[in-house]
């Protein structure tokens, strides 16, 4: 049997120079148009050289551009890329065959101002429906490539400069150590608003020193964000501009084949950083106050469970509760129930935390004031037991306020 190697999530992460042999910079471009030359609006990830690389984009059929020109480089098993360009406040979705030229010319801006010989991959995050000002981006790419560095602060910035409705920057590290060489997975993302899988609105992007190829980027990547990513709503909306980007850059010289529990090590830590950010998303949701972890088990089969956690994480009954620090179990039950997966009262469960609200379909009253002490917290987990199988599913939600609804109905 392969000896486990333990993978550790480290504290303070600084972003993607985290990570050995990545450059990063940022620059204020104006890019939402507004005359603040400060913010920062465009970020530049540069490897120094070719590399390997996978990704892992929105199911919406309105697509941005970038997602276009994201995918058709990535479409060959053996392309190898450059870096990422990134621009926040427009989404250059919508556009047109203007908006994929725009999307092209700033993946050739950032690959002929670094003088990479690979081509770059391009994102963008914000509003819907706007041409992108180019004049300004040339200029951004510009600037940034000429202070591109691994330092920390030049790594923070760039976490900063990919932000939209964002309250706060989102980065994550795990680390591991196998026989002489410690392996890293350092990543940022974005993502505030517009959040249901698949995926949300949302970009993530994350750097490895493993000298890992596309094919195990790409499983690495696909299970990771299915078991995180794919499992976290605030709003319920799907994004048009969805983007989870990998890039080994092979720094370490070591490849993942050289034995099973590297591999697995390096799935562990991969999982780990976007389980951190995933939980880091939700966490800073447009005016949210609550993090609710939503356990559903006991099914007998994961898309049962899948189908109720959405159910129940997706109600705006449930969810306007939760905002009221209201354990009202009735509506989690309701709910449960409208998912139709064959529901029996007699077998269900409902858990605040580890304190029962209804046992075997029979409510657990006595618990009460331990119930609303649960639902006043910043994050608690709601579990519902069908007890008719083995399966199970867990949604990272949130609680919906009447700040929601005036911060989204205008922009």
Sequence with gaps: MSAVIPVQLIEDPQGLSDCPGFQTAASACDIRETGDTTR????LLSAGKPCHAAGVFTQNDVCAAPVHACRAILASPTAKVGGIVVNSGNANAATGASGMRDAKEMAALAQSETNTEAPFLVCSTGRIGRKLPMGEIRSGIANAARSLNESPENSLAAADAILTSDTRRKCATARFHYKTKTITVAGIAKGAGMIEPNMATMLAFLGTDLAADNTALKNTLTRACNQT???????????????????ANGYSQLEPNEAPELI????????????????????DGEKVTKLIELVVEGCTNE??????????????????????????????????????????????????????????????????????????????????NFNQGNHSFRLLTSDLSEAYVNFNKSE
């Design 40 to 43: 920062l609006d465009l970020a």
């Design 229 to 247: 990513f794919n499992r976290i709503s605030i709003d319920g909306d799907m994004s048009t501009n969805d983007t989870v980007l990998l890039l």
């Design 264 to 283: 697995q090590a390096f799935r562990e830590a991969v999982y780990k950083v976007c389980d951190a950010l995933a939980e880091k998303i939700v966490g």
């Design 303 to 384: 898309q049962d469970a899948e189908k109720v956690a959405r159910a129940v994480g997706n109600s705006l009954l449930v969810k306007s509760s939760w905002y009221g620090s209201d354990p009202n179990w009735g509506r989690l039950a309701c709910a449960a129930g409208y998912a139709s997966i064959g529901l029996k009262e007699s077998c269900f469960d409902i858990h605040y935390d580890d304190v029962p609200a209804i046992l075997g379909g029979i409510p657990q009253d006595a618990n009460t004031a331990l119930w609303k002490q649960i639902v006043a917290k910043k994050r608690f987990r709601i579990t519902l």
